[in-house]
């Protein structure tokens, strides 16, 4: 069983800058992707990005250019840093990771809220 424990978020003004951390415990299988989602009020969640254990990405267009993903595969841990903080880009921030090759390898960390105030 999987577990990821997320930090990070909180209240940002517009322009500002967060970073969130992920940190997955347990047996992880590759291939597999480590990523960020979000859901805003009344929204579906979206993919904001994701990194493979190999280190390719892929970013939403809303976060190209101003967030970064990164992975640390020795420690099971990605992180998003995210710069020029919008007041759309407040949400609950959910870390995700999915294990390509495992039936029910997919898992979620429980939210952490990400406010930008204008």
């Known amino acids: 069983q999987v577990q990821l424990v997320e930090s990070g978020g909180g209240l940002v003004q517009a322009g500002g800058s967060l970073s969130l951390s992920c940190a997955a415990s347990g047996t992880i299988f590759r291939p597999n992707y480590m990523g960020w989602y979000r859901q805003a009020p009344g929204k579906q969640r979206e993919l904001v990005a994701r990194?493979?254990?190999?280190?390719?990405?892929n970013y939403a267009d809303s976060a190209k250019g101003r967030f970064t993903i990164s992975r640390d595969n020795a420690k099971n841990t990605a992180t998003l840093q995210m710069s020029n903080l919008k007041p759309e880009d407040t949400a609950v921030y959910y870390c995700?990771?999915?294990?390509?090759?495992?039936?029910?390898?997919?898992?979620w960390g429980q939210g952490t809220q990400v406010t930008v105030s204008s």
């Open positions: 995700n990771l999915a294990q390509l090759a495992q039936p029910g390898g997919n898992y």
């Open positions: 990194v493979t254990n190999a280190g390719s990405t």
